[in-house]
């Protein structure tokens, strides 16, 4: 399973937005093969967190080591290159555009002709329909259509579906299941599964403390901005789990237990 | 019922709105002027401003399509004529051209790069750069005008610069359809346009899929400058002088062009053509009233009344299209 150099270490890491503190000395890692479960408040700085691995946030002090590399510049283009795909958190969909157009967004594929590359539409059409089909978009929803005409449930499922597709080395799930019906999130967390197994790092974000309890390997906890548990997942009971989330630190849960 | 036939029609084209109006203009404006209006003579001179404001306009589409806007380009549109007019019998007048559109360019990446590595509004930048260039403008031409003598306007550069006529037409509108079609493809059949409107969209979101949000503007803003920049080399072509006030206000024809042609103010949703469309109307408008012998002052009263009428007219189409 998880290989003793982490494919992403974080040192005590920093960010701030303007004055406001959001993340305060954080220090994880994460291995390739794993599923970790980013649990926490809300508030508690679990975006923050994820959007600083993949570059869309530069931190203000700490470093992260992607694959033994430090990482200097933070531009979502440079994570993507290096194989970190994400599902974000209300953003991720430009709702002017073509479900296709948002499809390939920044890796459009292109067709020469006489050296100029245009747009590969057949290849943006084909390959985008075919996987909203997959994921279960209803037939009368066109790769074609605008993003803006889809529901809150479409709007995931094209995100899910094309991160999946894109998949590579890392898959960041900013809350992945809200907006979905029940059988759709059971598809969403079967898949999360098998990236996993297929190597991938799985890096999920939920609210849902049982169904993460259930899935990953291991936890981290957050709240307001710092790391306060960081555990496998086996060695916590649920209970356990919950009260750390409701309370804070376990430690504090613990003497009171005792 | 036709109007679901219609609907999907005009949510995809935001220049339906513009093309009624403008078929409502010409049959109006040709019953009211007892052929004042509609003939030969007068219509090229409508497709010549339409030349000079439309490729003006396509510029600033593009700048709206990002979400920004450029309210400078009447100033550079200005200081390229100047530019032109003062090089053209110095050295050849090709290179007098392409040095004026590299000025042109080079105002549009001021603006650009102020605006994105500052975050500055582009408003406040853009007014900034009206106001620097408009008073260069005025200093480099020191109340005077700058001219070519019609004799020396000979040869093949100042033929095609705008210089004059092929089929009655200003040779103006020759660059006005090359730059229509060289952005088309660039806008809608190519990654840069796909980006362009992404940012213009939402910036997160275009950002968070890897889109190079500053350098996407910048492009913008570049491409802006560099066609009001042909454009002021085209105006000057035409008439051969040039003054500090030069191309004044124009940027706000080209604004009321963009939105007429249904380009929206908040971004991501453009039309060039109607962009094109839109300055043909202004243009019409504007001769119409000069034939008729309306008092030109009456032209900046008469656009802003038709600017909202029509910003409102397109804003409830769409609403109703979106239903
Ligand atoms: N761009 C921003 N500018 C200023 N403050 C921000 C910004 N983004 C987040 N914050 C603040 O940082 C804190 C952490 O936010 P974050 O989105 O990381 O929380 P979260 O753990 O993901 O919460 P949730 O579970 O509600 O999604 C919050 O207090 C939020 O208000
Ligand atoms: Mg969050």
Redesign the pocket.
Known sequence: MSSNHPLIRVTNLDLY??V?H?LKSVSVDFHAGEFVGLV??????????IRVLCGIYAPSNGEVHFDGKRVTNFHPKLAIDQGIETIQ?AVGLCDNLSIARNFYLGREPVKRILGIPFLDFNKMRDKSTRVIRTFGLRDNVSADDEVEQLSGGERQTVKIGRAVEFKNRVLIM??PTNHLSVREREHVNELAIQLKEQGLLVIY?T?DISQVHKLADRIVI?EN?EKIEDTQADAMSLEELEAVIRHGGRTVEKDHMH | MPSLAIKPLVRRHTEIGIVLISILLVLVFTATSEGRWANAYNIGTILQVTATLGLMSLGVALVIGTGEIDISVGSTFGIAAIIYLWLAVRVDPALAALVAVAAGAAIGAFNGVLIARTGTPSLIVTLGSLMIFRGLAIALTSGFAISIPYKERGGFSYFILGGDKIYNVNTGLIWLAAALIVLTLMLRYMAWGNRLLAVGGSVESAHSRGVRVNRTKISAFIICGLLAGLGGVLEAGKLGSADGSMGRLMELQAIAACVLGGCLLAGGRISLIGAIMGAFVLSSIQSYLIVMSVQPQWFVLLLGVIVVVAALGVRSLRRWALR
């Open positions: 937005f303007g406001f959001a926490g408040d809300n508030g508690a700085g679990k975006t923050t967190l958190q900013d809350e974000i609210h957050m901005g």
